[in-house]
């Protein structure tokens, strides 16, 4: 792994937590109860436990299939695939990545429309973004790292808002547990699984890793933290909405800290939605270098080349995805990639590796009796 990145370009194994939990926590976090509880209501946590254990899983399989003969998601594909097949495998793997990125960049645009500058064209908001991003990419990972650090440190303060919307909370709302059917469950589960997207990252950035293999641990514990958060918002908001207010509230999150009242801030949320900026930049950053990682490792693409290729096609995809519904329709159509990426894909291409170099292991065996 030291022949494939130098070890000055290299971060240590538990900066992992904040590599995958910074882009983990993103504009999801904002809306994510009103998609579930249009499936499982007062049973949404169920499905939350159900899809955080999923993804541990699939984390575990990850860090099997990774080595230091296959340290990438793109020397997986051609050790399975071979080189033609494997560039296709890798091009449908950028795509995956522009499509998260893209949803999480518009989607974001969107919330500062809606609550903070109704009047200010897409355009500009883009161009402000795409320029901070760009900045943060030329000083490499190391510095794309450090920003996923202050991103999960900086707004943790964010958490003291939950306290005063139970002071209107009806614990009654969580009542009758599993009242749901199993498909229903699911379902919500399924939505859950897009919210922890940002682990399968780990398959391009793992050769910047020192040791890489101790830091499955910091893996698991930024995912458990996810849960954990994405937990204590869920029953908040459950207990703080009935089940008709939060089928028809598009962000709740946002709309629990309107309630905040501090006699030198007349509106709460527009702290929460600013500063919500340092946390989401994180994921659009640590999405743009990936792609153009993978660019460099599988396409020879210098960064200097694909980058302002890649920030034309995010800004002309924030203009094109303009009504609520497109945007909608863009996150439903990420999740179900990444679904797809979650339960089938990595998974067998971990079976795969692990069987190919087992049968390998026993062709050298053979040859040196």
Known sequence: ???????????????????????QI???????????AKYAEQDSWISLC???????????????????????????????FGKWLSKLLDFAFLVYIFLICLTIFRTYIEVLQLWMFPLLPTWV???????????????????????????????????????FPLQFANYR?????????????????????????GFELLLIFYPFIKKA????KFAHGANALTFFTYFIILLVSLVYFNKDELQHTIYPTLSMAKIIEIPFIQRFEYIVISLWFLVIIPGISISTWCCARLCKRSFSLRPSRFLPFFFACLFAGALFFDTRYEINSLGKYSSFVGLF???????????????????????????EA
């Open 341 to 367: 990426l979650f339960i089938l894909y990595i998974p067998l291409l971990s079976i795969l590796t692990m069987l190919k170099r087992k049968w390998q292991k026993i062709k050298n065996k053979q040859k």
């Open 213 to 216: 293999h101790k830091s499955q």
């Open 1 to 23: 792994m030291s022949k494939l990145v130098d070890e000055k370009f290299q971060v240590s194994p538990f900066l992992v937590f904040f590599l995958i939990h910074g882009f």
């Open 173 to 197: 709302n969580l009542l009758p547990v599993w009242d749901h059917s199993v498909q229903d469950i699911l379902m919500a589960s399924k939505v859950f699984m897009f919210e922890f997207s």
């Open 125 to 163: 908001l883009s161009l402000v973004i795409i320029a901070i991003t760009y900045y943060i990419l030329t000083s490499g990972f190391r510095i794309v790292t450090g920003v996923a650090f202050f991103s999960v440190i900086l707004p943790a303060f964010l958490w003291v808002m939950l306290i």
């Open 50 to 80: 159900l899809a955080s254990f999923a993804i541990h899983i699939v984390i575990w399989f990850s860090y099997k299939m990774l080595s230091e003969e296959q340290p990438d998601i793109i020397a997986v594909h051609q050790f399975l």
């Open 26 to 36: 993103g504009v999801g976090i904002l809306a994510f109860q009103r998609l579930v």
